[in-house]
Structure formats: structure tokens, C-alpha cells
């Protein structure tokens, strides 16, 4: 069975500073796809990133980063720098076909 | 625009009656996934399309959902003798699969049906 547990339920956090969002996973196959989306309050899931099994490299996109480590199954989301549009529920999910998501992480952003 | 559309944005019925919501994909994206939303969790798979083919239904969709995508484009999902535990966000999503390559999934906005 596939799972995918975000500890984390709600984080909140000053403006500017850095805040890392936990992702941990579950599954048996070899080949799968990681992914993060923001679900900003007007409730329509943003994709984020994608990142497949085999690709452990880390990626940085401006304010956010992400690191994968297979090793601990885990695939976190660091944002820097936080800043008030950032708040929003954050979903890590796990992909074989079909998408199994976490809980979400409620992340306020205050100013 | 060319996103993910769902139709409508909100309905509310009273329990016992039949609503229908329509998700008009993509337009060059053969697959197409129903999830439903509750307060306080991750979006939950329901069922999911290849073109006109429904590939898979989870176990959460009773026998009072039903899903079509007659013609591989745009789809519905019906849900009949509505019960209140069926309130919830509904989304729909659309991706391009294609030559052994899966990609990511975009939503659309989603329809948050309320059953009084």
C-alpha cells in the first residue's frame, strides 16, 4: 500500500524566515513520482514539483527547494525567505498511477 | 483559458436528490481523474480515465457514484440519492500520458457540493 504522512499539520512562521515542510512516504515499487502542490485558500491545487525515484538530485527553484532522500524515504520542502503569499495548505502525494496525497500542511505566513 | 474547468463551482441539494458535475479537461490530455476533498485532508482518488476507458474506481465510490467520459473529452461524475456524508470538494484533473511517459496532474478548481 502506498502512504504518505505529513507530520506536520499546521506551521506558522514571520515573514523572512525559512520554514522546511516534512514529508515522509510509504510504497513498495521501484519506479514512482514525488510531487508537491499548494493549495492556496481560493482551493484550486497549484503543481510545484515533480521528482521521480530515480532522481535523488536536489532541485532549486528560486525561494524553494526540495530534497529527496530515498534512503529515508522522504522528500521535504524548504521555502526561503517566506513571504505572506506563501500561506496556503501544502500537499506532498506520491504517484504509481494514481496520486495518493498526505494530510496537508497548513502554513501561515504572518507579516 | 486553457485549464481544467468543473462546472459548477458550487451546489448545494438536499439530501436525497441527484447532482451531476462535469469537468471539461485539458484539451490534449488523454487522462482524467475525479478526487474528492474533505475538510482537513488530502484529496482522495475516486476514479480515473484513459481517453473513453475508465481504467480504475477506488473503493470509496459507491454503487450511487457513477463516472463517463463519453467521447474522451470532457466527463461526469453523478452522484444519486445524495447523502450528507457526501459533502465535500470534488476535483478533477487532467495529464498527458504518451509514450510510456506520465506526467503531472493540473486540477481544476473543483466543485464543492453541500448536502443539507
Known amino acids: 500500500a502506498q502512504k504518505v504522512t505529513q507530520a506536520q499539520t499546521e506551521i506558522s512562521v514571520v515573514e523572512k524566515e525559512d520554514v522546511t515542510l516534512d514529508c515522509v512516504y510509504e510504497?513498495?515499487?521501484?519506479?514512482?513520482?514525488l510531487f508537491w502542490y499548494k493549495q492556496p485558500p481560493s482551493g484550486e491545487l497549484v503543481f510545484l514539483i515533480r521528482r521521480n525515484s530515480f532522481d535523488e538530485q536536489n532541485e532549486i527553484s528560486g525561494r524553494y527547494s526540495w530534497n529527496f532522500q530515498k534512503s529515508t524515504s522522504s522528500f521535504n520542502f524548504t521555502i526561503t525567505a517566506s513571504q505572506v503569499v506563501d500561506s496556503a495548505v501544502y500537499f506532498c502525494a506520491l504517484r504509481k498511477e494514481k496520486l495518493v496525497f498526505g494530510k496537508g500542511t497548513k502554513l501561515t505566513v504572518n507579516p | 483559458d486553457t485549464g481544467v474547468s468543473q462546472d459548477p463551482r458550487h451546489k448545494i441539494t438536499k439530501r436525497g436528490q441527484n447532482v451531476t458535475f462535469r469537468c471539461d479537461p485539458i484539451s490534449e490530455h488523454n487522462r482524467l481523474y475525479w478526487y474528492r476533498q474533505t475538510l482537513g485532508q488530502g484529496p482522495e482518488f475516486l476514479t480515473y480515465?484513459?481517453?473513453?476507458?475508465?481504467?480504475?474506481k477506488s473503493r470509496l465510490l459507491s454503487d450511487r457514484f457513477s463516472a463517463e467520459r463519453p467521447k474522451g473529452s470532457f466527463s461526469t461524475l453523478e452522484i444519486q440519492r445524495t447523502e450528507q456524508g457526501d459533502s465535500a470538494m470534488y476535483l478533477c484533473a487532467s495529464s498527458l500520458v504518451a509514450g510510456g511517459a506520465r506526467n503531472e496532474q493540473f486540477f481544476g478548481p473543483g466543485t464543492r457540493l453541500t448536502v443539507l
Open positions: 510504497t513498495r515499487d521501484t519506479t514512482y513520482y
Open positions: 480515465f484513459q481517453n473513453e476507458a475508465q481504467l480504475e
